[in-house]
């Protein structure tokens, strides 16, 4: 089978967005690729992190995935930095990248604005080298991404292509997969801007783990537009924004949810969002709970033994082409 590589940054908190727009794609492609999942602690850190608290959402982000339905003996999970081909394989790349196709990177420009540019870390501005690392060193075929990882996908492109044109052929070219819906999950709080685990405000989301009482909460305090009608339009993006939550949680189409709310307005339209979202969460948060913290150091340190012969056969491949001695 076509391999497919993907992974989430154990920083923040994970919302219905990260699951919509990725968690979820990766469910249902691990039965028709070979599929390996990972945690990306080495990408966390290109900005500051406390380092109780990035052992926590490492163990975190692998149990949702456990929790979402990836199954350890269909796909391999594993921790990002318990496999250093990683890391080597981006500094080779690093020689083949260009500084001012870096400077390009609309993720660095916005990171960096944040916390100022004379603060931002070479780390930070090298993130999407360790990215085209990650998925050169697998054979990717296809990367499950959403819309704002697209222009690190073309620079993983082009690394692949100027290594192979210099070195002979070495790795793959990936393509990248995105679903329609899954490209326009936006903040509660202003549809104009993408939900983020790292928003300041936590009306921003709705959290994979949050309660019942919260989730009720945010939904009934989550923006609307001018009018009372429950209708799916552009020139209506956050009542669009909910619709959308709305119908990839419940499986209904947003035309019969328009039918469904003909006449009613937006309260009881919210007050039914945040019940399907209560029930699609609980369900899962109680998935979650079953796997303690030794079973899931467990399954990431086999998908590492898992893949790592992968990673070191690429990694040697590569280092033979641009003229490393093999130990």
């Given amino acids: 089978m076509k391999r497919i590589f993907s992974g989430i940054?154990?920083?923040?908190?994970?919302?219905?967005?990260?699951?919509?727009?990725?968690?979820?794609?990766?469910?249902?492609?691990?039965?028709?690729?070979?599929?390996?999942?990972?945690?990306?602690?080495?990408?966390?850190?290109?900005?500051?992190?406390?380092?109780?608290?990035?052992?926590?959402?490492?163990?975190?982000?692998?149990?949702?995935?456990?929790?979402?339905?990836?199954?350890?003996?269909?796909?391999?999970?594993?921790?990002?930095?318990?496999?250093?081909?990683?890391?080597?394989?981006?500094?080779?790349?690093?020689?083949?990248?260009?500084?001012?196709?870096?400077?390009?990177?609309?993720?660095?420009?916005?990171k960096s604005q944040k916390e100022g540019t004379e603060s931002a870390s070479v780390g930070l501005f090298d993130y999407p080298v360790l990215m085209a690392a990650d998925i050169l060193l697998y054979g990717t075929a296809v990367v499950p991404v959403g819309k704002d990882q697209l222009q690190h996908i073309e620079l993983t492109r082009d690394l692949a292509?100027?290594?192979?044109?210099?070195?002979?052929?070495?790795?793959?070219?990936?393509?990248?997969?995105?679903?329609?819906?899954?490209?326009?999950?936006?903040a509660l709080d202003d549809p104009a801007k993408k939900m983020s685990k790292s928003a300041k405000s936590a009306y921003n989301r709705i959290e994979l783990t949050d309660t019942t009482e919260m989730i009720r909460k945010k939904i009934m305090k989550a923006v609307t537009d001018s009018g009372t009608e429950i209708v799916y339009q552009d020139d209506k993006p956050a009542l669009k924004n909910l619709i959308n939550i709305y119908s990839l949680l419940s499986r209904k189409s947003t035309g019969e949810i328009q039918k469904m709310y003909a006449g009613k307005g937006y309260a009881d339209f919210k007050k039914d969002l945040a019940e399907i979202t209560v029930n699609f969460l609980k369900p899962f948060q109680?998935?979650?709970?079953?796997?303690?913290?030794?079973?899931?150091?467990?399954?990431?340190?086999r998908g590492a033994e898992k893949v790592r012969p992968i990673a070191k056969a690429k990694l040697d491949e590569v280092k033979k082409k641009v003229g490393f001695i093999l130990k």
């Fill in 9 to 110: 940054q154990p920083s923040g908190n994970l919302h219905i967005g990260n699951y919509l727009g990725a968690i979820q794609n990766w469910v249902k492609l691990q039965d028709s690729y070979d599929s390996i999942f990972c945690v990306v602690d080495m990408h966390a850190i290109t900005v500051p992190q406390d380092p109780e608290e990035l052992r926590k959402k490492t163990i975190e982000i692998a149990r949702i995935y456990l929790a979402s339905g990836i199954d350890p003996e269909k796909s391999s999970i594993f921790i990002q930095s318990h496999v250093p081909e990683h890391a080597e394989l981006a500094w080779i790349l690093n020689t083949i990248a260009k500084i001012p196709e870096l400077e390009k990177m609309t993720q660095f420009k916005d």
């Fill in 286 to 301: 109680e998935k979650m709970a079953e796997f303690s913290d030794e079973k899931v150091l467990e399954i990431l340190k």
């Fill in 161 to 186: 292509k100027r290594f192979n044109k210099k070195f002979g052929d070495t790795f793959n070219i990936p393509e990248f997969y995105v679903t329609k819906e899954s490209m326009s999950i936006m």
